[in-house]
């Protein structure tokens, strides 16, 4: 089975820390993605990365940046963060190609106070 | 970005009663996926269809790809309890990135 972990299902941070979300998937996938989940506006892209230290911007990467060093593990990372970027965070992965089916982790829960 | 509108929003019934769920966009998407979402967890992917007009059938749940590939439909018979969950659709971008555009989602609670 396909297994993608995100470290931390639930964070309280203060506004202005500095915030890692740490996210491995196990399927030796090319693609990961890192989402963000709101009530009613359902899930946006924040980045996606299709290869170990390339990076493509989403709908909404404005205070966010990501780091893909190693093929398994993709970061997300608040440079300082706000209230406005609490939210559930969604990592996910998949193969390369179209239509290929999207895995996602459980999820992380982030409150910026 | 291009925008998957679902209806309703929100939904509620009885237990054993039949529902569908719209997801609409102006954008053509080389394909669509439904996933379920249930408290707590990521998404779980239903179904994929690719081909406009496709219809596939997951037991209780049937699927619809429009015939213009821009829009989709999920019909579900006889509900039940276990539906109960968070309904997204996600349409693949056609300009062959790896990308999925998801829907704003329908949640859906089966009352026994």
């Known amino acids: 089975d396909v297994k993608v972990t995100q470290s931390s299902r639930y964070l309280v941070k203060r506004t202005g820390e500095k915030v890692f979300l740490e996210c491995v998937q196990d399927?030796?996938?090319?693609?990961m993605f890192w989402y963000r989940q709101d009530p009613g506006l359902g899930l946006r892209l924040i980045y996606f990365s299709y290869d170990v230290k390339m990076k493509e911007k989403g709908d909404i990467p404005e205070g966010y940046s990501v780091s893909r060093e190693k093929k398994e593990r993709f970061s997300l990372i608040l440079e300082s963060a706000s209230t406005n970027q609490t939210s559930m965070y969604l990592c996910?992965?998949?193969?390369?190609?179209?239509?290929?089916?999207?895995?996602f982790g459980e999820g992380s829960w982030l409150t910026v106070v | 970005t291009q925008l998957l509108e679902q209806s309703p929003q929100f939904l509620s019934i009885q237990e054993g009663e039949n529902l569908t769920v719209y997801c609409n966009s102006s954008?053509?998407?080389?394909?669509l996926q439904w996933y379920r979402q249930e408290p707590g967890e990521g998404p779980v992917l239903l179904v994929t269809v690719v081909t406009g007009g496709e219809v596939k059938k997951l037991k209780r749940l049937t699927f619809q790809f429009g015939d213009a590939r821009k829009d989709s439909s999920l019909h579900i018979t006889a509900a039940q309890p276990g539906d109960t969950g968070l309904y997204l659709c996600a349409g693949g971008d056609q300009t062959g990135a790896n990308n999925l555009f998801f829907g704003t989602g329908t949640r859906l609670t089966v009352i026994p």
């Open positions: 399927m030796d996938h090319e693609n």
């Open positions: 996910a992965s998949s193969l390369s190609g179209r239509g290929n089916t999207i895995y």
């Open positions: 954008s053509v998407f080389s394909s």
